[in-house]
């Protein structure tokens, strides 16, 4: 099954000139949904996470039933107060302006394997910062993942780990 057969294309949103790829056709179909979560699981076992990390909001899609799949827990990377309890939180900047990432303060024990998932690799900034913000929670994070991948941005060049992805559009 060709996945990319149910990515859909929205040109001009959220603004002019920009083509966003809509993954909600994707999970709209049950039969894609399947095969993409199996693929993400092949990809991402054998880095042998212990738990799987999402980042707000549409990695909360792609983490948690991939983490239900594999038998691991999951945790969420936040926006700024959305998150109970003791957090921490990384600000980092991105292309026009900034932003705040926050993961509660026992989400990880010090040393467990997780490996970081969204639902697209676009200029990288976001996934960096989770990657950078696990690390400060005391996680070891040996790679992380996507369903797409806009090569033609260069975010993978902004991450220290691999980045495994099922999608890569290079325009």
């Known amino acids: 099954m060709d996945l990319r057969d149910h990515i859909r294309g929205i040109p001009d949103f959220p603004k ?6 809509d993954i909600s056709t994707l999970l ?19 880095y042998r996470p212990q738990l ?15 983490a ?3 038998g691991l827990g999951f945790i969420m990377l936040r926006k700024p107060r959305k998150l109970p309890g003791a957090t921490i939180g990384l600000d980092y900047a991105l292309e ?11 989400a990880v024990v010090p040393g467990q394997r997780v490996v970081l998932l969204d639902d697209l690799l676009a200029t990288g900034g976001t996934m960096a910062a989770g990657v950078k913000l696990l690390r400060q929670a005391g996680a070891v994070v040996p790679a992380t993942a996507a369903m797409i991948e806009l090569t033609f941005l260069g975010g993978r060049s902004r991450l220290d780990v691999p980045c495994e992805t099922l999608l890569r559009y290079d325009e």
């Open 28 to 46: 709209r179909h049950g039969p894609a949904w399947r095969a993409a979560m199996a693929r993400l699981a092949g990809l991402i076992g054998p």
């Open 52 to 66: 799987l990390a999402g980042i707000e909001s549409r990695g909360f899609l792609v983490a948690a039933p991939l």
């Open 68 to 70: 239900l799949e594999l």
């Open 16 to 21: 002019p000139g920009i083509l966003f790829y």
């Open 96 to 106: 026009y302006g900034s932003d705040r990432i926050e993961i509660q303060a026992d």
